[in-house]
């Protein structure tokens, strides 16, 4: 893995998930620290140490969201660089990818929130649409119930006290 793919990597696991100057400043931490770290060891090896740079991410995002709170807002455009050479993607981009083949980044996945936060977002859904539909049937069972009944002696009351005023 080079730098580019790991600066990278790193901004597409922090992207929607910390404001963009929390990412770039911690992008520009992580170029500033290879680089120095460069000056003694090969790159590789620096790279190496750091490990993956979505491991890397999630520790950001977990120690930034226990001092912020949490962060759930989708970002529109996001960045990625190679060699100096820029490629923007929009809404809908999760992670990217690097595409020898084609010597830029492909985005995949949907921007925003994270599977776990979509189940979480259906179940809720599905629950809500449940109590809903419990409490509406409760409604019409009591209408059925109760509600005919009473409009029935209603109108008997109405159509006798009608016969008798005539």
């Known amino acids: 893995m080079s730098k580019t793919e790991f600066i990278a990597e790193l901004r597409a696991a922090l992207a929607g998930e910390l404001p963009e100057n929390e990412i770039e400043n911690n992008i520009n931490y992580y170029e500033s620290y290879i680089r120095e770290q460069a000056l003694s060891n090969s790159e590789e090896q620096v790279l190496e140490l750091l490990g993956d740079p979505r491991l890397i991410a999630k520790t950001i995002i977990e120690t930034y969201q226990l001092s912020h709170g949490p962060l759930y ?94």
């Not at 020898?100 to 776990?116: S, T």
């Not at 509406?136 to 009473?150: A, D, E, M, Q, V």
């Open 73 to 166: 807002h989708s970002k529109l455009n996001y960045t990625a660089y190679q060699d100096g050479d820029t490629k923007e993607w929009s809404e809908g981009s999760e992670e990217a990818e690097y595409d020898e083949d084609k010597g830029n980044y492909q985005a995949y996945g949907v921007n925003g929130l994270k599977w776990y936060h979509k189940v979480l977002l259906v179940a809720i859904a599905i629950l809500v649409l449940s109590v809903v539909l419990i409490i509406g049937g409760l409604l019409i069972r009591l209408f059925f119930y109760i509600g005919i009944p009473l409009l029935a002696i209603y109108f008997i009351y109405r159509a006798i006290t009608n016969n008798r005023n005539r």
